[in-house]
C-alpha cells in the first residue's frame, strides 16, 4: 500500500505515474486474494459449498473486500480491464470522486449472473471510490480476521 500511495502522489509525468499505480495496485489486490483464500482455506474444508455471506456475514468492510476479489478476478480473466486504463483520471476542483481529480475505480455492466451478489457489492462499495479507499477498508477487514492475525 505504501508503493500506491507513493505512486499515487507522484509529480511525475502522467504516463510513468499511470505504470507505477498499475504495478503497485495489482500487487495489493494479489496480496488481498492471497489472503482471502488463506481465509477461505482456515474457515472451510474443501468440500463445503460456501457462500459469500458465509464468509462476510452483513460486514460492509467485507462485503467491498468480496467485491475487491470479485475486481481482481475480472481482471485477471480478462472480462474487464481493471487498472489505470479503466480507472480514469479527473482533474476536478472538487477533490476525489466522480466529479474531481484521483484515481477512481471504473463501473462497469456484469452479464454474468454467477456474481449477481459480488457486482452488486461491488456496485454499492467500490466503483466511482477512490482507488486506496475500498483497498484499506477490506485490508482492514482481513487484518480483523482472527485466522490471520498470527
Not at 113 to 128: G, P
Amino acid at each position: 500500500m505504501d508503493e500506491l500511495r507513493a505512486a499515487i502522489a507522484s509529480e511525475d509525468e502522467h504516463e510513468l505515474q499511470t505504470d507505477q499505480v498499475d504495478d503497485a495496485s495489482r500487487s495489493v489486490l494479489n496480496w488481498i486474494y492471497d489472503l482471502w483464500e488463506a481465509l477461505m482455506r482456515s474457515r472451510f474444508s474443501s468440500s463445503q459449498k460456501v457462500t459469500d455471506e458465509d464468509l462476510v456475514g452483513d460486514d460492509d468492510a467485507g462485503k467491498t473486500c468480496a467485491a475487491i476479489i470479485f475486481a481482481r478476478g475480472e481482471y485477471v480473466h480478462g472480462r474487464h480491464e481493471v487498472g489505470p486504463q479503466s480507472w480514469g483520471y479527473g482533474d476536478g476542483p472538487y477533490g476525489h470522486g466522480p466529479y474531481g481529480g484521483g484515481w477512481m475505480w471504473p463501473a462497469w455492466e456484469q452479464k454474468n449472473t454467477k456474481w449477481a451478489l459480488r457486482t452488486s457489492w461491488y456496485e454499492a462499495f467500490v466503483q466511482q471510490q477512490t482507488l486506496v479507499a475500498p483497498l484499506e477498508q477490506a485490508i482492514s477487514w482481513l487484518r480483523g480476521q482472527p485466522e490471520l492475525s498470527a
